[in-house]
């Protein structure tokens, strides 16, 4: 088993909100509004993270934006190396993507593949217009040519280091702590 030591605390409570209100604003600037904009989180913490976003870009817009809920089990590249028997939840898009311009939400952009992964989900369900990429953290070390749109903070990351995003609504806590496996 893998034993992770607790480095420093990146984003508290208020850095995570802070993050999300910039987010929000960049969303609606870089798409001149909210008109045909649709959020969609990647499971697990995807999913809270882009109803945040949805709360925060109503209090600007005055418009309610729908939020759906993709879980993207089934499309990982590495799911034939997996050594359990992934638990597959049910995508929730419960509106019409076709040519609609959708922000992908998710908490920590690391090699690219859970993009990679979510788009091609997406792009099974539909063919939006466009799909912008928001994430909470973007670590670096890239695998795929992916990168976000919007991003809340920047951390460049070791590969023996974990960026855990913990969120009050899946964790009971809130904040983003730099992890190191122990040796």
Do not use: C, W
Not at 16 to 23: D, E, F, K, Q, S
């Amino acid at each position: 088993m893998v034993k992770l030591v607790d480095k420093t605390v990146l984003m508290d409570a208020q850095g995570i909100n802070r993050a999300l209100i910039r987010i929000a604003h960049e969303i609606i600037e870089k798409n001149k509004g909210s008109r045909d904009l649709t959020l969609v989180g990647i499971r697990t913490r995807g999913v809270p993270l882009a109803k945040r976003l949805a709360v925060e870009i109503e209090k600007i817009e005055g418009a309610r934006l729908p939020v759906g809920l993709l879980d993207i089990t089934l499309y990982r590249d590495d799911l034939s190396t997996l050594g359990y028997q992934p638990i597959v939840h049910e995508t929730q898009i419960p509106f019409d993507i076709n040519d609609k311009k959708i922000v992908l939400v998710d908490d920590v952009l690391y090699t690219g593949r859970t993009v990679r992964a979510a788009l091609g989900a997406l792009t099974d369900i539909g063919r939006p217009r466009v799909i912008q990429l928001a994430v909470l953290v973007d670590r670096g070390h890239r695998e795929l040519p992916i990168r976000a749109d919007f991003v809340g903070k920047n951390v460049p990351t070791s590969r023996k280091e974990i960026v855990a995003v913990q969120l009050s609504d899946t964790d009971g806590a809130e904040q983003v702590v730099l992890q190191e496996i122990a040796e």
